[in-house]
């Protein structure tokens, strides 16, 4: 990320709580539908851009959710008390583990917040959620980005990275990881969670999990009190909108978690809708098989395309794109929103998020045209 200190910055007599902080530029979100329509005059928009559910969310969470309209003058339950019962029963993981968040960008920072501070160091992969060295900035910690290998994380160099920064307070993993798709196996996670010193907090980001059910690692909770596990809402249950996300740790973490977060982070619409959405699996496998046929379909496309791209266990695929800024801009021009790599250091990636089959087929007869010229 590039420095972003303006001249007024310079210039003023305000200074930030950590330099750090401006190392980090905000971030950036795939763009809105409705950003595109006012700067293009594009109405029928495609965005591919932010790993949201295409197919929308189970009609119970609009149930749900419709019931609460009439009660909006009341404050939601603070402890969320039904969200985390259902979680509870969902995950087998006790209730007290449990802490909810307003989207699990929340709780990264409130991950970051509880136990990371200025003397500390953070280690995260190369190609890792962007959110993580933002998260580490924010506390003034350093931040250890360990180079990935093939695109994902290369565990045994994080090991050592832990090992050679004794002041090493937090590690963040993402399986399936974002923005490469990549996944690790329970086993070497396992090894690498055995490996590092119990006071090292490793954060596993599952928020693709219901995308790749393998890469479940909810059984290192039964053996290691430092390992927590961070899930939302906002992709395969197609919550985006209404931000909920949700961590499974050891007792003693949710207490302090619960002691940062802010008192009402979950509004009581998301609550309700939370609860639906988790009563609805079916919905779940719905989404997973759409999204598994459409993925086999893009791959097909890319490969006909003769596009490089990396296998993705997750609901979005990044592909290879010589000139990607320009081609994203083209895309942009017709009406199709994916997302440019450049602030991961991915100049010549496109990451795509997989549609449903109308979305997919407009992507690629767009994408074909700019190509080729056509
Ligand atoms: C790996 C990963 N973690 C966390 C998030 C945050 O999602 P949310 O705050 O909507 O739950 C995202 C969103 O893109 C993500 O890709």
Redesign the pocket.
Known sequence: MQPTKSTELELSPLTPAYDSILELAPYQTGKPVEELTREYGVSDVVKLAS?ENPIGCSPQVTLAITEQLGKLARYPDGNGHYLKQALSDFTDVNIECITLGN???DL?DILARSFVSADDAVVYSQYG?I?YPMVTKMQGATGIEVPAQRFGHDLDAMRQAVEDNPNTKMVFI?NPN?PTGTQLQHRELHKFVASVPSSVLVVL?E?YIEYSPESNNRALLDKFNNVVIVR?F?KAYGL?GLRI?YALSSTAVADLLNRIRQPFNVSRVGLAGAVAALGDQSFIEETRKTNQEQMRWLEKQFDALGLAFIKSHANFIMVEIEDAADIYQALLEQGVIVRPLASYGLDNWLRITVGIAEDNLRLIDTLRSILTND
Do not use: C, Q, R, Y
Request: charged share 5%; glycine share 14%.
């Open positions: 790993n989207g699990s960008n990264l959620f959110v993402a974002n980001d928020a939302t906002s985006a996300g």
